[in-house]
């Protein structure tokens, strides 16, 4: 039973008065300090919608009131779309979904213990593994082809994922004549650009640089993008202790503005624009000022980010469910579990990186999406909590078994046994013989079984006559 769109919010990092502190100071921020914004286009727009722009120092400045005008303007919830209409997501509220993330340069393979450089054969193979694994959503390209050109890793990406997966597809995005290719090519898919913002099977994303910097190339990027209508995240990682001020509190606020930069030039360039607010916020190692992936204190200002999304009634884009491990080992599990299950009971829409990620979001497994999927499956049970109801509690049956009674042939135990309780695919529960007897094996061999399984005979998601009109257009796909 796949959990999926399920309500969070019971866990609260932030009360409502630290919500509005966070809030005034991030408004406070952008009225008195502003932020720095490269490109000519995107400055343009903002001095266009009034805000006070130092053109010598590329400053932008702009009142609550208008601020609060642009984030109104965004929808408080998107779909993003599959090629099959089961993986249909709504972003908004309290919704909760996660998927995979991040742009490795490499792959660990824990049978030799050793990394390589990761290819486009390693992105088809993940986006068929992920189309197989109910507890991750969607797909986020999760790596980045190291034998391509830069001008050709936009579309080969997302052709990768959109002919490899049925579940939505979102990626980061590197050069302009890349993010047009890969629009046109979701239209071919969808069948034409009409269609495709009926049913947006791909959306991008477009980060900010902490502290408070638009480059040239992200904003045009974002301009282009928020024109054709495509849902794009605003993310931003500042970095406890070097990018942003040390405190966790501090952090939230720049991670707020920088977010809110992006989320503001999208509706100033195409009101409307289905936007998503985001966040890759952690923490530092304070001996080096090293990036962290898997600190509990990524986990707490992603979900304090969450509740500000909450506030400002925006879709949530959060990161949670890597590790800094370097192998598949307890860190690696205790890491990716705790990140996720803080974003996902905080009630953040789309968990991004929450499967396969490890080594500073530097490396992906192939068996650590597996475990990952089983973790996830977990956390959604947790979200989904417990159910309190006169059927639930059983009353009648409870009375009817009396003391000393079981429940073990009673029909209710039938009829709610599978729904109410976790069934893992990979965790191991026989007793200490028959592990033996079956081999004997750990969570990672177990997991390698399952990937070679689910890889096997898997063909391409895209239709046949769609897949050659591609290929015939976009020249630059390696195949």
């Not at 081999?439 to 997991?447: H, I, M, P, S, V």
């Amino acid at each position: 039973m796949a959990r999926k769109g399920l309500d969070g919010g019971s866990f609260k990092v932030l009360d409502e008065e630290s919500i509005f502190k966070v809030h005034q100071t991030a408004m406070q921020v952008i009225e008195e300090v502003g932020f720095e914004v490269q490109s000519d286009t995107a400055l343009g727009l903002f001095e266009g919608a009034g805000a006070t722009v130092d053109r010598g120092k590329y400053l932008v400045r702009m009142k609550e009131s208008k601020v609060k005008e642009l984030i109104d303007a965004a929808p408080s919830e998107i779909r993003l779309c599959g090629q099959d209409s089961a993986h249909d997501l709504t972003l908004g509220g309290r919704r909760v979904y996660a998927g995979t993330g991040g742009t490795a340069l490499h792959v660990y393979d824990p049978r030799a213990n050793q990394t390589r450089l990761a290819s486009m054969d390693d992105l088809r193979c993940i986006a068929r593994l992920v189309n197989r694994l109910d507890n991750i959503h969607l797909f986020m390209l999760p790596t980045y082809p190291n034998e391509l050109p830069v001008e050709k890793v936009d579309v080969n990406r997302f052709f990768a994922g959109l002919d490899n997966t049925t579940k939505h597809v979102m990626g980061g995005v590197y050069t302009l004549d890349g993010v047009k290719s890969v629009i046109r090519m979701a239209e071919m898919v969808a069948g034409s650009d009409e269609a495709l913002r009926e049913r947006p099977l791909i959306s991008m994303i477009s980060c900010s640089i902490s502290p408070f910097r638009m480059d040239s190339t992200y904003g045009d990027l974002l301009v282009t993008i928020a024109r054709k209508g495509i849902p794009v995240a605003c993310p931003a990682e500042p970095l406890c202790g070097a990018t942003s001020p040390v405190t966790l509190a501090a952090n939230l606020v720049v991670q707020t503005v920088d977010s809110l930069m992006g989320v503001m030039l999208t509706q100033i360039a195409n009101p409307g624009t289905p936007v998503i607010f985001g966040s890759v916020a952690t923490s530092t190692d304070l001996r080096n000022l090293r990036y962290l992936a898997g600190s509990v204190e990524m986990g707490l200002i992603n979900a304090a980010g969450a509740q500000m999304a909450q506030f400002y009634r925006l879709p949530f884009y959060a990161t949670g469910g890597m590790t800094d491990s370097k192998t598949l080992d307890a860190q690696c599990g205790y890491e990716t579990a705790l990140t996720a299950q803080l974003c996902a009971l905080a009630g953040a829409n789309f968990i991004h990186d929450a499967a396969g990620l490890m080594e500073f979001a530097m490396t992906v497994c192939y068996e650590k999406y597996v475990i990952d999927n089983e973790i996830l499956g977990m956390v959604m049970r947790s979200v989904e909590g417990i159910r309190v109801d006169d059927e639930t509690l059983a009353f009648d049956l409870i009375k009817q078994a009396g003391p000393g009674g079981n429940f073990v042939a009673a029909r209710h135990t039938r009829r709610f046994m599978r729904s109410e309780h976790y069934q893992p695919t990979v965790s191991d529960r026989l007793s200490r013989e028959d592990w033996e007897t079956n081999g004997g094996l750990n969570t990672w061999e177990r997991a390698a079984k399952v990937v070679e399984d689910l890889l096997a005979g898997e063909g391409h998601s895209l239709p046949d006559a769609v897949r050659q009109q591609v290929l015939a257009e976009m020249k630059d796909i390696v195949d």
